[in-house]
């Protein structure tokens, strides 16, 4: 079985039991400030761009979740990681 | 008798623990890098400060995975004491040798200033000597210091005395004035079970001697000497 090359993204956030000051004061001094009063809220996120070479999306998607669990690439005592493709 | 002072790239505190342990507390210490470590022959470990890695992608994350590491887990099993420092906390915290988080401060800067610690737990090899509730005062200087553990982590932390140095007013009370960086709890270091592991994110190593330190602190070596007293120790075993 042939292999193709997919684009995965990690998006890391903090979970949301856990206070996101830069998501805060953004959406303070900049969002609210200048008008924007329909955005409720703002949380900031690391995002982790990856190519992969795996036979389908979806074990693309799960090497890199293993990846993500075996390295620690989040910090599971405060952060969640959400796995997507966004390409090939 | 000797202590291994652990460099990654990027460390920077390092100097100022070796100079202390030589000088001051007249412990011999050798500084490793992390590569080329070999920790049988040394009875204690001190993790320094700085910004191993440049602090990518989380502080004391890729630290944390160093074959260094491994060694150091190692160590810790055996009952060797290891002291983090700052980043050297960190990096215990994402090696998960010690419980918990180090987040970004909650006022989203680098906060450098001196600050009030009380001791809450005696029961650590750093701070065995100690009366609770002492306080010492130490400088710090992170950008990502705030602790956070779950609820009932910490409940958990707290019954077991893990909890060891707390950010206080001049008082020695718990206020939310006298937390730098946002702390669950004002926690500014924690310990593991056995009480041979500790972080700090307050740098003992830079109050450590009158004549350097601007309020004439050398409350750092109440947790150096003890470290040290700790290591004369392991090393007649």
Redesign the interface.
Known sequence: MGTSNYKVECIIS?KSS??D??GE?ILRDLVMRRGYENVKGIRTAKLLQLEVSAPNKESAEKLVMKMCDD???Y?P??SICQIRISGN | MKVAIIRFPGTNCDFDAYHVLKNVLHLPSDLIWHEEVDLRKYDGVILPGGFSYGDHLRAGIIAAHSPAMTQVKKAAEEGKPILGICNGFQILAESELLPGALLRNAGLRFVCKWVNLRVDSTSTFFTSGLKKGTLLRMPIAHGEGRYFLGESEIKNLERKGQIVFRYVDEKGNTTENSNPNGSLFNIAGVSNEKGNVVGLMPHPERASEKILSPFGSSDGLAVLGAFAKTVEVMARK
């Open positions: 903090n856990i206070r000051p830069e004061t390295l620690r690439i910090n005592v405060v």
